[in-house]
């Protein structure tokens, strides 16, 4: 499925003393099995895109075409995307309410119509997918650890069988492993199963490790948009407009200040940490 959104605007409160313009004439095109970061300071407009994206909101002007339909068009049926486009909120798990884990995944599957053989399928090879065990489908969501409960929520969207996933901050207020776990599991679904991942997130490190392409949002623009290296290149850009470089990046370039000779095509802190690995090596 090939995403293109075309001059899209919204604004909130229009006409209203609170009216703010959200997103400004945004022009964006996601291929089939990209892996896209989208990023931006609080206010940037990220949300509200990929409620667009999803269809939650309709649009002041211009569209998005899946496969060359356009989504808001009066005889376009906005059901036919919630089996094709999966949006995993921020905090997914509070939307967790069925008595158990494996009717809590059903729920998405039998409402979208699914047959009820294939809605059991889909719901067990998705739990698999998420790695929760045979142990925890009849426990209820609520005795699930948080990362556990992240799990479940992400199969309820991974059992109606999407072809893009669109996750909002997706490890806010996980610890480290459980942090590292999903974003595992996502980069997983991308690359084994071709499945379109739009990932919003703050942790610059994350983004630079996992994204095929970054998206950068300012004021409700597309300020600029490239392979992680071409983004983070520009890091004193990126600084006007409130964001970091990942972790690594900052490292080496506090390297090469002090003079020493280092790479500069380093992003993560597992690279950085690699590089002054070698270079205390060659220098011993």
């Given amino acids: 499925m090939q995403i293109i959104v075309d001059h899209l605007n919204y604004t909130y409160s229009k006409g209203l003393v609170y009216e703010r313009k959200a997103l400004d004439d945004i022009n964006l095109?996601?291929?089939?099995?990209?892996y896209v970061c989208i990023i931006g300071h609080t206010g940037s407009g990220k949300s509200t895109l990929i409620q667009l994206l999803d269809g939650l909101l309709k649009p002041d002007s211009g569209t998005i075409y899946f496969d060359g339909k356009d989504i808001f068009d009066g005889d376009y049926q906005l059901k036919n995307l919630c089996g094709r486009v999966g949006l995993v909120f921020q905090y997914p798990e509070y939307q967790l309410f069925e008595t158990s884990v494996i009717e809590d995944v059903k729920f998405g599957p039998r409402n979208?119509?699914?047959s009820s053989l294939d809605t059991d399928v889909a719901s067990y090879e998705a739990l698999k997918m998420?790695?929760?065990?045979?142990?925890?489908l009849d426990v209820s969501p609520l005795e699930l650890s948080g990362g556990e409960k992240r799990r479940v929520a992400i199969a309820g969207i991974l059992a109606m069988k999407p072809e893009v996933i669109i996750l909002d901050e997706p490890t806010a207020g996980l610890d480290t492993k459980g942090r590292n776990d999903i974003l595992e599991l996502v980069n997983r679904l991308n690359r084994e199963n071709?499945?379109?991942?739009?990932?919003?997130?703050?942790?610059?490190?994350?983004v630079a490790?996992?994204?095929?392409?970054?998206?950068?949002?300012?004021e409700g623009k597309i300020y600029s948009d490239g392979t992680p290296k071409e983004v983070?290149?520009?890091y004193r850009s990126l600084r006007e407009v409130g964001l970091d470089i990942p972790e690594g990046m900052y490292i080496i370039e506090r390297l090469r200040e002090a003079g020493i000779p280092v790479r500069t095509d380093i992003m993560t802190a597992e690279e950085a940490a690699?590089?002054?690995?070698?270079f205390i090596s060659e220098e011993s």
């Fill in 112 to 114: 979208i119509g699914m």
């Fill in 130 to 136: 998420v790695g929760i065990g045979d142990e925890l």
């Fill in 194 to 206: 071709n499945i379109t991942v739009i990932l919003v997130s703050h942790n610059m490190e994350d």
């Fill in 209 to 218: 490790k996992y994204a095929d392409r970054v998206v950068v949002m300012a």
């Fill in 29 to 34: 095109v996601i291929n089939r099995g990209e």
């Fill in 274 to 278: 690699a590089e002054i690995l070698r």
């Fill in 232 to 234: 983070f290149a520009d």
